[in-house]
C-alpha cells in the first residue's frame, strides 16, 4: 500500500526557515523522482521542486536558491528545506512520486500547511 505522509509545517515569520518531511510507504519510492507541490487558497497546485532517482533536482524559479530538496532513499523519506521565506510561500505542501514527464504517480496525502506571516 503506497502512502504519503508530509510533516513539518507550520507558522513562520518572513525571511524564517522550515524543513518538511515526506514518508512515503510501499515501494513507489524506489521507482520513481519525488516532488514536492504546494497548493495556495483559490490557485492551483504547482510543483515547487523535483528529485530524481539519481539525485538531480529542479526549482520552481520563485524558489531557486532557498529552497532545497533531497531524498534519502534508505529511510524513503524526501525533505525540502525551505529558507528566506516569504508570505508567498503560504500554501499546503504535498509530496508526490512523478515520472520524467512529470505526471504524479499515486493519489495525493493529507499535506502539511506552511504560513509565513509576521
Known amino acids: 500500500q503506497v502512502q504519503f505522509v508530509e510533516s513539518g509545517g507550520g507558522l513562520v515569520q518572513p525571511g524564517g526557515s522550515l524543513r518538511l518531511s515526506c514518508a512515503a510507504s510501499g515501494s513507489i519510492f524506489n521507482l520513481y523522482g519525488m516532488g514536492w507541490y504546494r497548493q495556495a487558497p483559490g490557485k492551483q497546485r504547482e510543483l515547487v521542486a523535483r528529485?530524481?532517482?539519481?539525485?538531480?533536482?529542479n526549482y520552481l524559479d520563485s524558489v531557486k536558491g532557498r529552497f532545497t530538496i533531497s531524498r534519502d532513499n534508505a529511510e524513503n523519506t524526501v525533505y525540502l528545506h525551505m529558507n528566506s521565506l516569504k508570505p508567498e510561500d503560504t500554501a499546503v505542501y504535498y509530496c508526490?512520486?512523478?515520472?520524467?514527464?512529470?505526471?504524479?504517480?499515486?493519489?495525493w496525502g493529507q499535506g502539511t500547511q506552511v504560513t509565513v506571516s509576521s
Open positions: 528529485i530524481t532517482l539519481g539525485g538531480s533536482t
Open positions: 508526490n512520486a512523478v515520472d520524467s514527464n512529470l505526471r504524479v504517480k499515486w493519489y
